[in-house]
């Protein structure tokens, strides 16, 4: 078998075997296949586009190419949550205890963020103490003693995929939809859950623009994983406008501690409860509504507060942050950021929010970046709301005194503002369920 046919074949539109989409991941994985030929295959890939069962076939390939998690010495079925990520997406700190309270035990491994804000990791590192690094019998252990562990993903996880990235990053082949999948999916199943709910965002701080390219994406997922012999569901969310009021570590870290309580904005509540109980229905504890239900009893008792509270003691974290949640963002100076103009907000610009908040040292410019957990924004508007001038539009928290004017900027920027008032979008656009 040649690499150069394989390339030949793709780049003619025509179907390869289980077989040789096996030996290109092999290959490229262990050095025999070179970057360019890679690259070449990944190009033909765009313009040709892959059928379910390649994709199926070389995403299994990709998960088998390093550590395979093994979560059957935990009693029930395993649920996973998957996030394509955006802007104040902290559901993860939220959903994991939410369905370890509700009896599904959640063995989840997070990554970091590069860009925008920092990933589920960065925000659980900005609780003090908190250790995300454990080795496999410590984290299996956890679970089953408390419900709930997040950890970092493990160094060999994937390996495929994590080679595979880096090159798409560099060769303009990172908005391929099949590879996307591919490399989403990989994960997850290497990651060892029964079954994987999938949080598809689209809109301006989303990958996916439009709900319909986030649709192609969830669907061609949730059929990779259904193949995989996981269950599967997926919800289309929108990311136009940030999720919740806060971005940045510390800061979302206390705004899920708040929707714990039972309170916290209505957006962010919103989606967690629809992921939430997909999550539970797949677990086989009942229809989606009355898992919604179950979901919302145990935010309103404090019963997912309580499971968050023994896995932050169970990794370490400090519980100070329970008492006294601000503790997380108060060695940040605060700046106001004052509104220039009267009007209803009309649009927000996710994206431009997302930078101002890295500008302020909440995210990652290079991948050596050292994020600082207590940066930040709050937004006191969003869209559909009212604002006059003068009054503050958002609050941002920052040590970096230098980049404070150019943040502000950047922020205001992402604002639009109009007489009338905006026509509500909904949050979730679809479910798809196997």
Known sequence: MRMIDLIERKKQGKELSEEELCYFIEGFTGGKIPNYQAAAFLMAVCFT????????????????????????????????KHSTG????????????????CGVPVAKMSGRGLGHTGGTVDKLEAIPGFCTVMDRADFLR?????????????????????????????????????????????KKIAAGADAIVLDVKYGGGAFMKTPQDAVRLAQKMVEIGRACGRKMAAVITNMDVPLGRCI???????????????????DLREVCLVLAAQMLSLAGKGPADRCR?????????????????RMC??????????????SLYEKATVYQLSAPWSGYVRRMDAEACGRASMLLGAGRETADSVIDPAAGIVLCRKTGDAVKAGETLARLYTNRSDRIEEAKRKLLEGYEVGEEEPAEVPLVYKIIIE
């Open 49 to 80: 586009g892959m059928t379910d069962r390649e994709i199926a076939w070389m995403t299994g390939a990709m998960a088998r190419s390093g550590d395979q998690v093994d979560l059957s010495s935990i009693p029930g079925v395993k649920v996973d």
């Open 86 to 101: 955006g802007v104040g997406d902290k559901t993860t700190l939220i959903l994991a205890p939410l369905a370890a309270a």
């Open 142 to 186: 956890t679970v089953r003693e408390t419900g709930v562990c997040v950890v970092g993903q493990s160094g060999n996880l994937a390996p495929a995929d994590k080679k595979l990235y880096a090159l798409r990053d560099v060769t303009g082949t990172v908005d391929s939809i099949p590879l996307i999948a591919a490399s989403v999916m990989s």
């Open 248 to 266: 940045g570590n510390g800061l979302e870290v206390a705004e899920a501690i708040e929707v714990l309580q039972g309170k916290g904005p209505a």
């Open 293 to 309: 239900q179950t979901a919302e009893e145990a935010l309103d008792s404090g019963a997912a507060l309580e499971k968050f509270r």
């Open 313 to 326: 003691a169970a990794q370490g974290g400090s519980s100070e942050i329970f008492a006294k949640p601000q």
